[in-house]
């Protein structure tokens, strides 16, 4: 496989504040691919399944509130991004726009919280994906020994170590492999969701099920929580939702009418989430309630995969298994996507002296970061491996640690947008909301939800309960992964001066630009 550090003429295409061309395969999708993009590294059908019980648990029948709680600094982030694209459509995007916002240091550290949060995502993934498969494979041949064998700890290796190579082989092959791929997959996942929502409702309608609950407009007020602790935690959980919508950003390069297309398609795929989340949330209260009883949503033995207690039940056993099938697909097509952030994230800061040089290489026939893709899999199916051989507590309390990372790059890009477009915000009413109060607004509402996790994180009893000289696993491993990001920095200031002294990608604003 042949690859290319840049196209020849990518250094003449940079502009006068450093922005450069990579070599990515431009004009590869439009509006709606990038949109599928962005709804399918998301997974709403895995996130569903993994966090309805666990949320249900914190605020009850309060949790579609906590949806559209989560979803209200995402949507505020959102605009930030769409904003920063417009001016620097750049696939390093908050690493790109943190450094010409703060400098330097600041947009690695951002950088580095997108690449780690990554790496953890889809590991889980991952992991995920094989736990559906052999349970689809069980319900598929009837037989409770092959749905065991996600049991057998060397076939659980291997087989995520298979469905990590294959989507990294999916991803290498460009944007145009991938949407192809993600158009049956994000299809299959929205329609049996849709078909759920719709069983359940019937169900419900029927008092089938013990618990089931009559639908109240209380459900949309998150101030009727019983405590503010409860609020948080479910909000945390919330966010982690709706993390990934940002890939359409991360695209950027290879969007039709990249200044404008990636962060339309972003809302459109915020929307279609939101939608997704508050419609199946509903239904399913109104089914089986959100108590601990019988098949409620909050019942510990089956809170942590409802779809797998409730495919059957609501469904029946044949379209169950669409739903378990819908599950795979979810976490599948969100593992090959989410390479796509982590894999252009590397490949911008690389190409900007960030990172070694050696990850700005771009497959000629594909336009691809290939050893940046490729870096990226392989260090998911180690990460993966060693965790699971290690210790299930450490696995778990990784994703855990997940939400802090979102939080940190996520406000540090709605921060960053206030910066970049300061000159602006006196200019209309449009630009002082848009590129100043809604983003600022999303970062401290993020801020907030980062200091909370933080200090939840201290206690040994959050995530698995293990604890480190006292202190929580969790704070520990989010902690620890974003000084890791210090030390890396550190190596590379010696090594790449240049970025780090603001030679190679430079701050100021859009307008200063103009003038000078």
């Not at 947008?417 to 630009?431: I, M, P």
Request: proline residues 3%.
């Amino acid at each position: 496989m042949t690859q290319t550090a840049m196209r020849p003429d990518a250094r003449d295409t940079a502009s006068g504040d450093g922005v450069r061309g990579k070599g990515l395969g431009g004009d590869s999708i439009g509006l709606l691919g990038s949109a599928v993009i962005g709804v399918s590294t998301v997974a709403p059908v895995y996130c569903l399944t993994s966090t309805l019980g666990s949320t249900a648990g914190e605020v009850g029948l309060h949790m579609p509130a906590v949806f559209l709680a989560g979803f209200l600094p995402m949507l505020l982030v959102a605009f930030a991004y769409r904003e920063l694209n417009k001016a620097v459509p750049d696939c390093g995007t908050s690493f790109t726009w943190t450094v010409k916002a703060f400098g330097p240091h600041v947009g690695w550290m951002c950088g580095w919280g997108l690449v780690i949060a990554t790496v953890i995502v889809l590991s889980n993934l991952a992991g995920v994906a094989t736990s559906y498969f052999w349970l689809l494979a069980g319900e598929v041949t009837g037989s409770g020994a092959v749905a065991d064998l996600d049991g057998n700890k060397a076939v659980h290796i291997l087989t995520c170590l298979s469905l990590i190579a294959a989507s990294t082989a999916i991803s290498y092959r460009g944007m145009t492999t991938t949407k192809g791929v993600q158009y049956a997959l994000v299809g299959l996942q929205l329609v049996v969701l849709a078909l759920f929502v719709v069983m359940a409702l019937h169900k419900a309608g029927t008092g089938a099920f013990p618990g089931h609950a009559d639908f109240s407009w209380s459900w949309l007020n998150p101030f009727g929580v019983k405590s503010f602790a409860s609020f948080s935690a479910g909000l945390s959980l919330s966010i982690f939702m709706y993390w990934g919508w940002d890939t359409c950003l991360t695209a950027n390069e290879e969007t039709v009418g990249s200044e404008k297309t990636p962060g339309r398609a972003a809302l459109i795929a915020m929307v279609v989430l939101v939608g997704s989340y508050l419609t199946t949330a509903v239904a399913a209260q109104m089914a089986v309630g959100s108590g601990t009883d019988g098949l409620g949503l909050a019942d510990p033995a089956t809170s942590d995969n409802v779809f797998a207690a409730l495919a059957g039940p609501v469904m029946g056993h044949a379209l169950g298994i669409l739903l378990f099938a819908a599950v795979l697909a979810s976490a599948a097509a969100s593992l090959q996507t989410t390479f796509i952030p982590v894999a252009r994230t590397v490949l911008a800061m690389s190409t900007y002296q960030a990172l070694p040089a050696s990850y700005a290489r771009v497959h000629e026939r594909f336009r691809t970061p290939g050893r940046a893709t490729v870096t990226a899999g392989v260090g998911t199916g180690v990460f993966y491996a060693v965790m699971s051989l290690l210790s299930e507590h450490v696995l778990v309390d990784t994703i855990y640690a997940l939400g802090l990372m979102i939080c940190f790059y996520y406000a540090l890009t709605a921060f960053a947008c206030a910066w970049f477009f300061r000159r602006d915000l006196t200019r209309s009413t449009r630009d002082a909301l848009f590129k100043g109060v809604f983003p600022v607004l999303g970062g401290l509402l993020l801020t907030a939800v980062f200091g909370k996790t933080l200090y939840d994180m201290w206690n040994p009893a959050y995530g698995s309960g293990s604890a480190v000289l006292g202190v929580g696993s969790v704070f520990v491993i989010g902690v620890g992964l974003l000084l890791l990001g210090v030390v890396i920095m550190l190596v590379m200031r010696r090594r790449s001066p240049a970025f780090f002294r603001g030679q190679v990608l430079t701050a100021g604003t859009p307008a200063l630009v103009v003038e000078e």
